[in-house]
C-alpha cells in the first residue's frame, strides 16, 4: 500500500480484514473515499488539521487535531497511510471498549510512556 497505490492487493486486504473488524467491502469503499481525498496516499500533520478544522467547526481544533494525529500516526513518521487510518477507525467505531479505552489513553500519553501526567491533560 505503497504512495500513489490506487488498488489493495490481495494480501494487503486480507491482512486488513484480519486486523480490524471491516469486511472486504468495506475495506474496498473506505479505500476508494481515503484516496479520493488523498490521492498520494498519505495525509500529512497539516492536511490532518485542515480537515479536523472542517469536521469540527468552530473555535480552534488545533491542538485536539494534533492529539488525534499522532494517535494515527502509530509508526510516528509524521503522516497517516491507509492502514493506519483504517486500524483507528476500525478501533473507534467497531473496537471492543478495552480497545476504545487505550486508543483515548494513547491519544492523551503524549510521550508514550504509559502514564498519563497532569500536564499532558492539560495541553
Known sequence: MGKQQSKLKSS???DLMSATQFSNAE???IHK???????SGLVTREE???MYSILVPGG???DFA???FRTFDTNGDDSIDFREFLFAVSISSKGKSDEKLEWAFNMYDMDRDG???RGEMLD
Open 12 to 14: 494487503a486486504l486480507e
Open 27 to 29: 475495506i474496498r469503499e
Open 33 to 39: 473515499g481515503f484516496l479520493m481525498q488523498t490521492p
Open 48 to 50: 490532518f488539521k485542515t
Open 60 to 62: 480552534d481544533s488545533s
Open 66 to 68: 494534533e492529539h488525534v
Open 115 to 117: 502514564f498519563i501526567t
